[in-house]
């Protein structure tokens, strides 16, 4: 395993300490490059409203009608804190809304991290029957493999992650 050690500037970190962040948690959050301590606790109102996140239209588009026509829907998510909370969030918030959805969460020692060809290969051999979807949290964007497997097995895919690119 290899470490990365970054760098917290100084300053930056007393300002976070005088806003009452404890001095471990500053020194990590200005090394992680947050500057102001009102990035720390955003407010709802400050946060990227839906529409501004790209081909958000469209997905939920795609999903209203697959959920319209009865179609079955997988969550593929990552086995860490972030991927089981969107799964968990997502199987809640599709089947409020009337979804036939089911989830896997693979092991990415034996398929590798994200939509790899065999999470998609899992996936199709699922023991529910085979879904019409994968929709992945937290598995990153550049699955490009997974989803060409994915497409080549029948299955549309949706990719969602809260990462920024690069």
């Excluded at 709802?44 to 829907?73: F, H, N, S, T, V």
């Excluded at 997502?90 to 989830?103: E, H, I, P």
């Excluded at 699955?143 to 029948?154: T, W």
Aim: hydrophobic share 50%.
């Amino acid at each position: 395993m290899r470490f990365i050690s970054r760098d917290a500037p100084p300053r930056v970190v007393h300002q976070l300490q005088g806003a009452g962040i404890h001095p471990l948690l500053a020194q990590l959050l200005a090394a992680r490059g947050v500057r102001d301590p009102a990035e720390v606790e955003p407010e709802l109102a400050a946060m990227l409203p839906p529409a501004a996140l790209k081909g958000a239209e469209q997905a939920a588009r795609a999903l209203a009608d697959a959920i319209a026509r009865g179609e079955r829907l997988c969550i593929v998510a990552d086995y860490d804190c972030d991927g089981a909370t969107a799964c968990a969030v997502g199987l809640r918030g599709l089947a409020l809304m009337g979804a036939r959805v089911g989830y896997v969460v693979p092991n990415r020692f034996t398929t590798g991290y994200g939509l790899s060809p065999a999470v998609a290969d899992l996936v199709a051999m699922q023991p529910g029957g085979r879904p019409d979807w994968i929709v992945t949290v937290d598995n990153g964007i550049a699955s490009v493999e997974g989803v060409a497997e994915a497409k080549a097995l029948g299955l549309q895919v949706l990719v969602t992650d809260h990462h920024l690119p690069g």
